[in-house]
């Protein structure tokens, strides 16, 4: 079993195992959360070296005004693991008497990730929910659990290569790729086998790429597969993304006809 990792983000918070609740809200007085917003809307989407911060923005209503939060932890729905840490500070805007939202920054370093748990941390991707203490201007309280969900997610990588640059009108042309994703467990890329991935095509000129066909990775990641070459253009793979990857669109390969 490997050791838990308590590091320091911000310099203050520490990472530890967050285990999940039933979803419950209790406390005292009338303040409440009603909107929670992770991210902007987003997926959190992490990768193997670049340190994430994002925002849980938690609009609180109180009949004496919003103090602050006191507490705001995230974690996998599933299995109860995370690996995220808050920074312990919440800044709030005040939009009425009785209404402010407040945010807290979150953090997290792909370094810390394979520590954080006694599982394959790459488990821990998918349905994030997340818990907040809220507390009010007169004292009152809120402890309130699984009051937003979001997905964190493996990032992707995706290639592209078209051969023979330039083709002949009319020959074949063959469109090769790889699609992979970040292994937190050792911090490096390995090919995602047997996913669906869009060849597509935007002739010069064009303002749009269009689906050509749909083609799946082999047992290592790798795509490829031929196509008639009756234009000149950009060729790329586009990946949508799963519950626990993220959507991948690869860089686009020029090919002019000869």
């Not at 285990?19 to 193997?48: C, F, L, P, S």
Request: proline content about 2%; charged content about 20%; glycine content about 10%.
């Amino acid at each position: 079993m490997r050791h838990r990792l308590w590091a320091v983000a911000g310099g203050a918070a520490a990472l530890a195992l967050l285990t999940a609740t039933g979803a419950h809200a209790e406390g005292e007085g009338d303040v409440r959360v009603t909107k929670t917003v992770v991210n902007k809307g987003g997926n959190v989407v992490i990768g193997t070296a670049k340190t994430i911060r994002y925002p849980i923005a938690v609009t609180v209503k109180d009949d004496s005004g919003v103090k602050k939060i006191t507490h705001l932890s995230t974690f996998n729905k599933s299995n109860g693991y995370g690996f995220i840490t808050w920074d312990g500070d919440s800044s709030c805007v005040r939009k009425s008497a009785t209404t402010s939202v407040c945010t807290g920054t979150m953090t997290v370093d792909p370094g810390w990730i394979a520590d954080s748990d006694d599982i394959d941390s790459n488990r821990v991707a998918g349905v994030w929910q997340v818990n907040a203490t809220v507390k009010a201007n007169d004292g009152d309280y809120w402890i309130s659990d699984h009051i937003a969900e979001y997905k964190v997610k493996r990032a992707a990588q995706l290639t592209t290569d078209a051969t023979p640059e330039p083709v002949a009108r009319g020959a074949q042309l063959t469109v090769k790729g790889k699609l992979s994703r970040a292994n937190w467990e050792d911090l490096k890329y390995h090919g995602y086998p047997g996913q669906s991935v869009r060849l597509q095509f935007r002739a010069t000129g064009a303002a749009h790429y269009s689906t050509v066909k749909t083609v799946k990775t082999d047992n290592l990641g790798r795509l490829s597969t031929k196509v008639t070459a009756s234009a000149a253009g950009s060729w790329r793979w586009y990946f949508p993304g799963t519950t626990t990857t993220s959507l991948k669109v690869s860089a686009g390969d020029t090919v002019a006809l000869r």
